[in-house]
């Protein structure tokens, strides 16, 4: 996949000469000695990532953590103290003026927690107002704030004022006029942290949904883990303005970095976030028509199961337990009468809180390849293993 941003060695000082603070880190100090020895505030330290196009990205930490100062750099708002920054391989750090504005113009849009919308501007002109300070004439502000309103299923408010809408209505609003510019890269700062809890997880559909069709690149900023899991495609975790861990949602909740990582993840719902390809086995399965009663119940033992998928044209056809052979076995009748054609089934990107309802049946899950075959093999207790928090170390 294409890289769209990437940091290489950034850091952030603010208040006074970086070089000494950035030399002070490099030596091992941490950011409180640093403060205490010079007064100096370490923003970011030594930070690198790389954004694949087209993914959510989504930084999480603490309050302070230096998430903001993170993302304004990204945008050329702030400088870095040193390292660089890539958008297209273009260093927006080393950029100025009108190079530096193209970036931001063209490439770039940042949606913030706290959209202060214009109270006497309509819907439409709060979207368009990007668009007017940059000069464009007025059919195509129309034009393309109708456009962006569209996306974000506002259209119809476009002659509403700020305050006739609800506060998801004017969160989409600072949305669309995020994306009325054209971006190809969203940030977003906390957008949703002002938002109650229904509203904020119909605002993270929305994105996602939004982000299926528009298949932006967005960096998105939050304090909260779930909605880190709900969003990343991937996650990275600052804690005093450094990267401490950067991976899937699995990879973080799975293999914490670190105890302030772990603590993060403890009290989060690990059957949302463990897919059931994570806890699969290899397809083993028996090709009906190849098989007698006597070679499906040698099969079973060699392997150690007292179930096994059965396959029919390298269709998943059903299911054989060992009961059911054996007793076809002893009374000669036909294989194929014991299979029971009722399997539970589930792709392997579901989640384990969606193979509850399937596990409780006792049989093993199979998991569909998307063209009718086996991908792999779930035993319900392997379900059940993966959400103790005793494995949370275990490779994911
Ligand atoms: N303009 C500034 N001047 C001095 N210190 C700053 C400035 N902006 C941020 N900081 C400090 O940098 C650190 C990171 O801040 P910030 O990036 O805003 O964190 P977050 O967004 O994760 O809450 C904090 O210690 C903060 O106090
Ligand atoms: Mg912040």
């Known amino acids: 996949m294409k890289t769209k941003i990437t940091g290489n060695n950034l850091y952030k000082i603010f208040g006074g000469d970086a070089a000494e603070a950035v ?26 990532f790389s954004v694949a196009e087209g993914e959510i990205f989504v930084v999480m930490g603490l309050s302070g953590s230096g998430k903001s100062t993170l993302v304004r750099m990204i945008n050329g708002l702030i400088r870095p103290s040193a390292g660089e920054i890539l958008i297209d391989g273009i260093d927006v750090a080393a950029c100025s003026g009108e190079a530096l504005r193209r970036v931001r113009r063209e490439k770039v849009a940042m949606v913030f927690q ?27 502000r129309r034009a393309r704030a109708h456009a962006a309103l569209e996306q974000v299923g506002l259209a119809a408010r476009a002659d509403s004022y ?10 989409r ?21 002002a938002l109650d ?15 299926r069709r528009l298949k932006k690149t967005i960096v ?29 949602a699995q990879e973080i909740v799975g293999a914490p970095a670190d105890d302030y990582v772990a603590a993060f993840t403890r009290d989060i719902d690990r059957s949302l976030v463990f897919t059931a390809a994570s806890v699969a086995e290899a397809p ?25 998928h059965v396959v029919e044209d390298g269709r998943l056809a059903g299911i054989l337990t060992w009961r059911a052979a054996h007793a076809a076995l002893r009374a000669g009748t036909p294989l194929g009468e014991a299979v029971l054609r009722d399997v539970p089934a589930a792709p392997p990107q579901a989640r384990l809180f969606d193979l509850y309802p399937l596990a409780s049946a006792g049989l ?30 275990e490779k994911v």
């Open 173 to 193: 609003v600072g949305l669309a006029r995020g994306l009325a510019s054209g971006p190809e890269v969203l940030l977003m700062d906390e957008p949703f942290s």
């Open 162 to 171: 700020p305050d006739e809408l609800s506060g998801g209505m004017q969160q």
């Open 197 to 211: 809890p229904l509203i904020r997880g119909d605002m993270q559909q929305e994105l996602l949904e939004l982000q």
């Open 23 to 48: 030399a002070l880190l490099r030596a091992g100090r941490t950011k409180d000695e640093i403060f205490a020895a010079t007064g100096q505030t370490v923003g970011v330290h030594d930070v690198s």
């Open 284 to 308: 083993e399965a028996l090709d009906i028509g190849a098989v007698d009663a006597e070679g499906a119940l040698a099969r079973m033992e060699a392997l150690g199961l007292d179930a096994i």
């Open 220 to 248: 998105f900023i939050t304090h909260d883990l779930t909605e880190a899991l709900t969003l990343g495609n991937t996650i990275a975790i600052m804690r005093n303005g450094a990267m401490v861990q950067t991976g899937t």
């Open 364 to 393: 093993p899950i199979a998991l569909g390849d998307g063209k009718g075959g086996l991908a792999g093999v779930v035993r319900p207790q392997a379900v059940f293993a993966r959400l103790s928090r005793k494995d949370a170390r």
């Open 114 to 140: 706290h959209f202060a919308l214009f109270p006497h501007k309509t819907v439409a002109q709060n979207v368009s107002f990007g668009l007017k300070i940059r000069g464009v004439g007025k059919a195509e």
